[in-house]
T-cell receptor
Framework: DAEITQSPRHKITETGRQVTLACHQT?????MFWYRQDLGHGLRLIHY???????NKGEVSDGYSVSRSNTEDLPLTLESAASSQTSVYFC?????????????FGPGTRLTVL | AQSVTQLDSQVPVFEEAPVELRCNYS??????LFWYVQYPNQGLQLLLK??????LVESINGFEAEFNKSQTSFHLRKPSVHISDTAEYFC?????????????FGAGTRLAVHP
């Protein structure tokens, strides 16, 4: 069955380190999204991509970067991790750009920055 | 800019009782509205959505939501809840103008169903 996976599921790192969170989907979806979930804020959009080589900044993109070299993967990189980036990160994908195309979410990655 | 307000952060309720989770939105343009559910330690799943047409939309597991344009609301209701409905529920809005589907989420409401 097609799916969307995230790895690792849990990560502890230290302030200042570079961290990369992986997101892989097997639906062949064009659109991919990264969100962070924090208590009291719901989900906030970090970056998104509408296809290979396309990336766009979301609401809370400072300190994060993404690259899209193929359809299946959208890794999220924290260039220099900060304690404020401790959060749960969700990746999502959808087939097209219309709202009729449901976003499917991965299981999440819990990141702790010490 | 669009925003979503979920008026209750937590809603405790007894099994088989009715429940309403409130959602209000702010937007200067037409919007599409969504409810997502997140069960413990899982990602989000789409519960139901309003795009156009009938203002009352239903899910397969007994939830319904009504789009009220004059009150800018999209409240979620269920006449009789089960223990398995315990989860966090997120209301979300998307701009209806363009061909993209970025979602703006509310802060979430944690529904706790007690026996």
């Amino acid at each position: 069955d097609a799916e969307i996976t995230q790895s690792p599921r849990h990560k502890i790192t230290e302030t200042g380190r570079q961290v990369t969170l992986a997101c892989h989907q097997t639906w062949n979806h064009n659109n991919m999204f990264w969100y962070r979930q924090d208590l009291g804020h719901g989900l906030r959009l970090i970056h998104y991509s509408y296809g290979v080589q396309d990336t766009n900044k979301g609401e809370v993109s400072d300190g994060y970067s993404v690259s899209r070299s193929n359809t299946e993967d959208l890794p999220l990189t924290l260039e220099s991790a900060a304690s404020s980036q401790t959060s749960v990160y969700f990746c999502a994908s959808s087939a097209g750009t219309g709202v009729h195309n449901e976003q499917f979410f991965g299981p999440g990655t819990r990141l702790t920055v010490l | 800019a669009q925003s979503v307000t979920q008026l209750d952060s937590q809603v405790p309720v007894f099994e088989e009782a009715p429940v309403e989770l409130r959602c209000n939105y702010s937007s200067s343009v037409s919007v599409y509205l969504f409810w997502y559910v997140q069960y413990p330690n899982q990602g989000l799943q789409l519960l139901l959505k309003y795009l156009s047409g009938s203002t009352l939309v239903e899910s397969i597991n007994g939830f319904e939501a009504e789009f009220n344009k004059s009150q800018t609301s999209f409240h979620l209701r269920k006449p009789s809840v089960h223990i398995s409905d315990t989860a966090e529920y997120f209301c979300a809005v998307s701009d209806a103008r363009g061909g993209y589907n970025k979602l703006i989420f509310g802060a979430g409401t944690r529904l706790a169903v007690h026996p």
